[in-house]
Nanobody, 123 residues
Framework: QVQLVESGGGLVQAGGSLGLSCAASRDIFSIKDMGWYRQAPGRQQELVAH????????????VKGRFTISRDNAKNSPFLQSVHLQMNSLKSEDTGVYSC????????????WGQGTQVTVSS
């Protein structure tokens, strides 16, 4: 059994910063990519950012230059285990439930999800 444990999020004023973290509950050596989706009320779920084991990244256009995804490499491991999303210059439109995901955890095409965390940006 593998779980993705999320932390961070909360309430911040526009222009402020928040960080999100996501970690696999045990060592996994096959994760293909990890990142976050977000869901805002009345809007479709959208991929915000992801990172791959080679450190290549993807960002949603609206967060480029403001959000940074990185891996926690405390173990100096080439494998994805834990990631962090630093969100700066937050805008009200960044408000939503942010859900961490990881693909290729135990099977090539599987996707695991974290519990989701609320990010609220007040204007």
């Amino acid at each position: 059994q593998v779980q993705l444990v999320e932390s961070g999020g909360g309430l911040v004023q526009a222009g402020g910063s928040l960080g999100l973290s996501c970690a696999a509950s045990r060592d996994i050596f096959s994760i293909k990519d990890m990142g976050w989706y977000r869901q805002a009320p009345g809007r479709q779920q959208e991929l915000v950012a992801h990172i791959k084991p080679d450190d290549s990244t993807y960002y949603l256009d609206s967060v480029k230059g403001r959000f940074t995804i990185s891996r926690d490499n405390a173990k100096n491991s080439p494998f994805l285990q834990s990631v962090h999303l630093q969100m700066n210059s937050l805008k009200s439109e960044d408000t939503g439930v942010y859900s961490c995901y990881a693909s290729g955890v135990l099977a090539p095409d599987d996707i695991y999800w974290g519990q989701g965390t609320q990010v609220t940006v007040s204007s």
